[in-house]
């Protein structure tokens, strides 16, 4: 099985930029470069902040752009969206309490796209509403179960991130607790940071975002911190005893070499091109 993972596309009014960076172009290119790469995917999920500012035109125009994708595409919300203007232009993606969330059958299992988006806040929430939920669903599910959701359940070591994680982190863990043999993993965004841990034993990861990046600045104690590294998405792939995280940062516009080989025979001092 192959998943593709968006995150932190931060579309915002054409030809207004972050970080120096036109949101809108970057995401094409993302898009452009995994389908280009990646047409055997088997779904691509991006994992919240669609917009930069929860603009409606920007969900319009989000809506226009994948349903041209060869992939199929599934959505989660992060902080910088509204749900309710969200809602107003994907309604089918609303469950009947009114969040966006759903569970969606892959050949490797199932996924679960989770809803952590709170009023008038950039950290995370997860209520006892959408608590049930997960816990029926995966009670329920008839197999392994992949995560995907916007905020970091688990604190990063950074302290302007830890500020805005998921607030609910303990009840959501001990929901992933309960569960944990049925989890194979848990995909989020947020921190524009390519991270990597566990919950619980249940392994996480993250990819960088496709516009604009951050920086592990672990004595920064009140500001987000930003860097000019590339712009990045995930390709997954996942078998029966192992999912593998690659992070493609398709915001590199440098060389691509082929050199060296696999086979030891052919590992020659004399003859190796440096």
Known sequence: MKLLQLTDIHLTTPGETIGGR???????????HAITHHLDADALVITGDLSDWGDR????RLKDLIAATPVPVSLCIG?????????????ELVDENGFVQSALDLPGGRALLLDTWGPNSHAGFYCDKRLRWLDAELSAAPDLVFL??????VPIGIAPMDKIMLQDAEAFGAVVRKH?????HIFHGHCHLPLCGSLHGVPFSAPRGTNHAGWPDFGNGGNLSASDL???????LAD???????MVEFGY????????SPDYADWNRLTMVR
Do not use: W
């Not at 590339?230 to 997954?236: G, L, M, Q, T």
């Not at 029966?240 to 690659?246: D, G, K, L, N």
């Not at 516009?253 to 060296?260: A, Y």
């Open 22 to 32: 036109e949101p809108n172009d970057n995401f094409k290119k993302a898009l452009d």
């Open 57 to 60: 035109a920007d969900y319009l």
């Open 79 to 91: 902080n910088h969206d509204e749900r309710d203007v969200f809602a107003s232009v994907f309604p």
């Open 148 to 153: 995907f959701m916007h905020h970091n359940p």
């Open 180 to 184: 944990k043999s049925r989890i194979r």
């Open 230 to 236: 590339c712009e990045s998405y995930a390709v997954i």
């Open 240 to 246: 029966e005893t192992s999912v593998m995280v690659h």
């Open 253 to 260: 516009q440098g060389e691509i070499r082929r050199e060296g």
